[in-house]
């Protein structure tokens, strides 16, 4: 057999240059990322991908492209420039210049997203987005194609669609939300130290349907890769109200607060970071052996990306994340504490790195967390100096450039790192050996973060976010109960039940030693909701300031429906008929959602001891259900005043019980029909007429005015929707004087009834 020759499991016999491989190309461009990826198959390049073009264009990558392949095929399958910051962009900016280098497709950031929130961000962040629309220009007159990929979008090339390329950020959601929100929305993602992603995590409570959106954003819901064809029309405006005003003074206070020592920190630059592409590339080598490499763009903040991939990436080799510097896995992080468990997340087998020290990176926290999981660091760098030993450990966002001697300014040109089905190789020494590991993390790493864990991993234990879970909804229901064991029925329909804030609760069932509540009480709520132990208001966040409510036990609910469906009759009205639809289906469910059922509601809330909006928002639906279970249904559309305007009446009734019995007062019959319009207030004595007395057998059609202008929050019983049960009878005495009485009817031409 000839000496530079193998056989393959199928017995066919092949060079080992014609083997297949995935060779990664990290081109030394001092402060930036450049990286090239060739996949080759059958001794020919099957795809070629450049990833970013560093602050200046390599010449010697220019050098390796001159080679031109076969087939006619472009230099470049695809250039991804994964953000506009210009240690990733203006090398891409001379690339496009050089008109002999072919480039078969271009993928950019969400440039129209950016070029709508430019004029917000710091001079240089808006620089950076301008000379991006550059390159899209450049392209677009080399009629080179454009995407926008966002997550989920997947590309395959090679033979047999061996090579995929697969991109898990940025969100769809999020770049929706950059495109299309007004400011009052914005404000809250772009003031914080790093773009807060914990709202996109499946439970959070910010879902695009509670939001409006204009048409336009829509596209972002079913499309992954989007095209600049696609973004003719204007984006929404910022402003579009007060509290957008009110957002912008906000937002200003902010960029002031930053000043000019924010270096490299510029306002929008952690919106431009965070919204990196992060590609994953898996190639299959020869039928069956699989390689995995993952790009990241200067991505910090890896709380979705977690979420969405809890037992990490599987990476063969991965481009470490802004240059070995600052990691975050929670919005509240500090950048520094998380990097450690980031890199025992992610674990891959190789990483790769490109810096010379400028802004402390890379890291020598970084470094020491590769050393740690064993993984091989391959830095254009060339390393002076070797610790024996130090009883002094250098800073941890200290840059390890500085601690080792490295010579930064003669970096090595091009290092590449080849993966084979059955080898791998580095064509320069390593800054780290690792131990080529392939299986899950070794026994002592695992003991040692259970031994010693640190603050952020005992704060995301389950078993903590679980019992400060119970926690609040024990305190909760206890403090409802003893509420309603103090004020008397008739009382709670005055006075709406207030909800508590996660710091009111704090305080007022003594929980100052829960401090990870306390500091981040965000994991310990989405729990608490997701398993049905607390109601919190809507917000992109959850802070100490949020409002939050237990729910209503079953045994709880069941005795607020108790108090309904005692009545053997309930009467609802409507000023207003249904539409064509609703009135031919006669459903149940539906003349419900009609007829006003708002004084039912807020009473069954305040004798549950709820807030009224927690009950209308959740309860509402499981209330119909159960009078649909518990009642006949039967309605008369009919038509009242000077314009004959269309009215529903929709009684429900216990099965045998069809005769609706006399239900009101005199007195309040009375007032209710003395003119056009009139209606009666129901004070204390009235509803514990109503609601107090087992003889009482009728809910009567109440209607609830909310807190205004013109009323304080009260229960009536408008004249209009009683007038066709009772009339006023005018008689004489035995002397001749008027006597006005009122009678009660159950019959009459103006009630035609029709069953539901």
Known sequence: MPKNTKTSSKHELHTLTDADRVDVL?????????????????????????????????????????????????????????????????????????????????????????????????????????????????????????????????????????????????????????????????????????????????????????????????????????????????????????????????????????GASSEPDFFGQCQVNNTSLVLVIDTVLEQRHRRRIVLTGDQENWVWIASEHPMGLGADVMKAPHHGSRIFLSDAGDGISDVEQFWLWTRPRIVTVSANGKHSHPHCQFRESIRMIGATLVCPNKRLKEWIFSDEQPPANSSCSVHFGCQTKSQHAVQCISLAARSESLNAAACLSGNGHRSPAPLVVMQQK??????????????????????????????????????????????????????????????????????????????????????????????????????????????????????????????HAPDEHTELLRDRYTFLQHVDTQALTTLSARWAGIPDDDFEEHLKSDLFHDLIRHYQFRAVIWRHGRYRQPCVLLHLYKKGKTVLPDFLPT????????????????????????????????FPPLRYQPKGNYSNGSFIIWGEDIKDFYQIIRTKDESGEPIKGVEFKTRGPELSWFEL
């Open 26 to 258: 990290t081109f030394g461009v001092g402060h930036g990322d450049c990286q090239l990826i060739e996949f080759w198959q059958k001794g020919e390049i099957a795809f070629r991908l450049l990833y970013d073009g560093g602050l200046t264009l390599s010449p010697t990558l220019v050098d390796h492209l001159r080679a031109k392949r076969d087939g006619n095929k472009a230099d470049i399958d695809i250039v991804v420039l994964s953000h506009v910051d210009a240690d990733h962009r203006k090398g891409i900016n001379e690339l496009l210049k050089h008109e002999n280098i072919s480039i078969g497709e271009l993928w950019l950031p969400c440039l129209p997203a950016f070029r709508r929130l430019s004029w917000l961000f710091a001079p240089r962040v808006q620089e950076a987005v301008a000379l991006a629309e550059e390159i899209e220009a450049c392209a677009i007159e080399r009629n080179i194609p454009i995407v926008y990929p966002l997550e989920g979008h997947v590309h395959r090339a090679g033979h047999e669609s061996t090579l995929q390329i697969s991109v898990i950020s940025p969100a769809r959601k999020l770049m929706k939300r950059l495109y299309s929100a007004p400011l009052s929305e914005l404000q809250p993602l772009l003031t914080h130290t790093t773009l807060p992603l914990e709202w996109l995590i499946h439970s959070s409570l910010l879902p695009d349907e509670d939001n409006d959106f204009t048409v336009e954003a829509e596209i972002f819901d079913n499309q992954t890769a989007l095209t600049p064809e696609q973004f003719k029309a204007e984006p929404p405006q910022i402003i579009q109200g007060t509290g957008d005003n009110d957002a912008l003074q906000k937002l200003n206070q902010y960029k002031d607060s930053l």
């Open 450 to 575: 259970l031994i010693e864990p640190d603050e952020s991993f005992i704060r995301w234990t389950q078993s903590e976010v679980r019992k400060h879970a119970h926690w609040l909804n024990k305190q909760i229901r206890m403090q409802r109960s003893n509420d309603l064991a103090i004020i008397p029925e008739v009382n709670r329909a005055n006075q709406a039940v207030a909800k508590l804030t996660i710091k009111e609760a704090l305080c007022r069932f003594g929980g100052k030693e829960r401090l990870a509540l306390r500091y981040d009480p965000a994991p310990v709520i989405r729990y608490a909701q997701s398993h049905g132990l607390l109601w919190a208001e809507a917000g992109y966040r959850i802070r100490l300031e949020t409002k939050i409510v237990a729910p209503l036990t079953d045994q709880e609910y069941q005795k607020a429906l108790g108090r309904i469906i005692r009545f053997d009759h309930l009467l609802f009205a409507s000023e």
């Open 667 to 698: 007195n309040v019959i009375s007032t209710c029909l003395a003119y056009d319009q009139a209606y009666t207030l129901l004070d204390s004595v009235m509803m514990k007429h109503f609601f107090n007395n087992d003889s009482s057998i009728v």
